[in-house]
């Protein structure tokens, strides 16, 4: 495979934060091998995670091999970087577990089976960090690196001077050594002279090329990339419920694309580069159409596209757009029924609701009922009749008139009922 500029290809993407010196030309020599570090503290990425998957998929694509460590080892202990508290350490199984089903995640981006010389692979630190003794650690590692020079690390130093009255334990002060040694490990066992990360990594990175230099008798490089902000300031990759996740179990793939369908136009056009694998013509012209007609949110719409078929699937992506069609444009009744449950729950959240017995369904509710004194949706039955006459009642998107019956035939997922007055004043029965 022809090698492609994989560093001109990050900084026409706004992918680069630091880069060591001559990493462009050894990385135009030939192929390269590099790696880039997860942690396993969870059984799901999430999408503050997409930054260093795309670092990965992009070097994979320029025709290097790319390195997916999993931080077996060091999820055990915790990264002080960025981080003003330690972190809750798990054992093994968990961490095993949460292994792969981040390798499922990551092979959405990544060839990890096609045979290819630049096929993916991932490795676990605690594969190799496990046989190590204490002793032998701070013998054949810790004494290649000084006190100083771990103390002049950012990661260290805010810990230290910053607000956090706990301090930081002796643990996590060795974080950086544990991070070095990964480096100098894959160097000596795969030939890996690159490691990536966010801009928040490179004292540990740089530990690692140090490590690399006195114990290696080699070179490493690296290179990190901008931690990713929100124009309006807020933090990337949480929304009001939190981490939005890359597991369609813990985030539906219609939240998911509704995270992406929000972006504001100037995140849109930052986005668009960093998380798509659209080439620079594309992205250009796509810019431009933006501009030319912002109201239109050509931008946003290509970008959830993009992202929801990657991390999901096409046909994910199909039902997250109906979906939102089902809220914000004409649908029927059929296309609610299409739904499963927790995307109903999700498109509808917020909605109140109403709890109906199963048996009072299968013997029919009538609708004034349903409307009025079974739910509270509207106050009175003179109010329900009312909206029935002036046609403004729907059922699961259905017009209805006064003597409709709400039975079984009526039921989304065999347990919801939609009621609508107007176009956006809605109401969940459930039915238990």
């Not at 990965?56 to 790319?66: I, N, V």
């Not at 692979?121 to 204490?134: A, G, I, L, P, R």
């Not at 813990?250 to 998380?275: C, G, V």
């Not at 809220?327 to 509808?348: I, P």
């Amino acid at each position: 495979m022809k090698l492609k500029n994989f560093v001109e290809e990050l900084q026409w993407r706004g992918m680069v934060h630091d880069v060591m010196p001559e990493t462009e030309a050894h990385l135009m020599e030939q192929m390269r091998a590099a790696y880039v570090g997860f942690d396993p503290t969870a059984d799901s990425l999430h999408i503050g995670n997409l930054v260093p998957i795309m670092l990965l998929a992009f070097y994979q694509r320029c025709g290097h091999k790319p390195f997916a460590l999993v931080g077996g080892a060091t999820g055990m202990i915790g990264d002080p970087s960025g981080k003003s508290s330690e972190r809750n350490l798990l054992d093994e199984k968990t961490l095993r577990h949460n292994q792969e089903c981040v390798r499922a995640q990551l092979s959405q981006f990544l060839d990890f089976t096609s045979g290819a010389e630049n096929q993916a692979v991932m490795v676990n630190n605690y594969d190799w960090m496990k046989e190590f003794s204490f002793l032998g650690f701070i013998r054949d590692v810790g004494k290649h690196i000084t006190i100083n020079y771990m103390m002049a690390k950012d990661s260290v130093k805010n810990r230290i001077t910053g607000d956090d009255t706990e301090g930081m334990s002796f643990t996590e002060f060795t974080y950086q050594l544990v991070q070095g040694y990964d480096f100098l490990h894959l160097y000596k066992n795969h030939h890996c002279t690159l490691q990536m990360g966010g801009s928040d990594q490179w004292g540990n990175i740089t530990t690692g090329t140090e490590l690399i230099r006195r114990i290696g008798g080699g070179k490493g490089y690296a290179l990190t990339c901008p931690l990713i902000t929100k124009s309006d300031g807020s933090k990337f990759g949480k929304s009001e419920g939190g981490n939005v996740w890359l597991s369609a179990e813990r985030t539906s793939p219609y939240k998911f694309y509704q995270y992406w369908l929000n972006t504001s136009d100037e995140d849109a056009e930052k986005y668009i580069k960093i998380f798509t694998f659209l080439d620079q013509n594309t992205i250009e012209s796509l810019v431009k159409e933006h501009q030319e007609a912002p109201h239109l949110r050509l931008l946003q719409k290509r970008l959830a596209e993009e992202v929801t078929t990657t991390v999901h699937s096409e046909e994910e992506l199909e039902k997250a757009i109906k979906a939102s069609e089902i809220l914000f444009g004409k649908s029927t009744s059929e296309d609610l029924k299409t739904l499963d449950a927790n995307t109903f729950l999700d498109v509808f959240e917020g909605v109140p609701q109403a709890e109906i017995a199963a048996s009072e369904i299968k013997n029919g509710v009538d609708i004034i009922a349903a409307l009025a004194e079974s739910t509270g949706f509207l106050k009175s039955n003179g109010e329900a009749r009312r909206a029935l006459k002036e046609n403004s009642i729907s059922v699961n998107k259905e017009k209805v008139q006064e003597g409709y019956s709400i039975g079984d035939s009526d039921l989304i997922n065999g347990q919801f009922v939609l009621l609508q007055r107007g176009k956006k004043n809605y109401y969940i029965i459930k039915v238990v």
